[in-house]
């Protein structure tokens, strides 16, 4: 009972830590960008980096939330591990990695975060077709080689929507995420210029790969000791 009332106390804490990381710095980005004077400020940051901030702050905001929209639209309930280790990846992702600058200070954070990113992502995509499987609503038992290619997949998906997202922001606000540049401001040119982006790609690729490995190993496992479907088997 003690060591319940704990975890549930270091769960509320989290979500009020990461809540309050994105919230502070949509209140200050507003301020700075209302109160902006010159091309660059005392902080070293520009309009469009504002701008940015302000825009991966709501974000994040709205992703936290998101998890609870979807189980009352769809009744998809994400396990509550599951569901604390995202809000964490947002807080290191869009708080340290953007806000705090870490993608700049620590070399190897944005690979950490696309190997972790692909590694959580897969797992969803694995507790998304577990939960259509168990569905009554759907009337087929998906193969788990198929459950581990979408799941690749989806992760896939995932991070090139963000790295359109990231493009785009580059060249409508005229920042840097997709790291194209120097944190000077001067361009990489030819195949330096994609290698953040390509880099990304390859371990959000290889992060993704390990967890469908794993899951397909653990499914395997479940649907040998679990009694087999109505219909005789799993379907392909």
Request: glycine share 8%.
């Amino acid at each position: 009972m003690r060591r319940h009332k704990i975890v549930t106390r270091t769960k509320r804490l989290i979500f009020f830590i990461v809540l309050f990381s994105f919230v502070g710095p949509i209140f200050l980005s507003v301020f700075r960008l209302v109160t902006f004077r010159g091309d660059v400020n005392e902080a070293g940051r520009t309009q469009a980096d504002y701008a940015v901030i302000l825009l991966q702050s709501l974000a994040g905001l709205v992703l936290m939330f998101l998890p609870q929209m979807i189980n009352r639209r769809h009744r998809l309930d994400l396990p509550s591990g599951y569901y604390y280790v995202f809000i964490v990846f947002l807080y290191c992702a869009i708080f340290l990695g953007e806000i705090e600058n870490f993608f700049y200070r620590y070399r190897h954070w944005d690979t950490f975060l696309h190997t972790f990113s692909g590694f959580a992502l897969g797992a969803v995509g694995f507790y998304v077709v577990s939960f259509l499987n168990d569905s009554e609503k759907v009337h087929i038992r998906l193969s788990v080689s198929f459950v581990a290619l979408f799941s690749f997949c989806f992760a896939l998906a995932a991070g090139a929507v963000w790295e359109i997202f990231e493009f785009t922001a580059d060249g409508v606000l005229g920042v840097n995420m997709q790291k194209f540049a120097l944190e000077g401001g001067s361009p990489l040119v030819g195949r330096a210029a994609v290698a953040d982006t390509m880099e990304d790609l390859i371990v959000d690729a290889l992060g993704a790969l390990v967890f469908v490995i794993i899951g397909a190993m653990r499914e395997r496992k479940l649907r040998r000791e679990s009694p087999q479907d109505e219909n005789g088997g799993e379907s392909e």
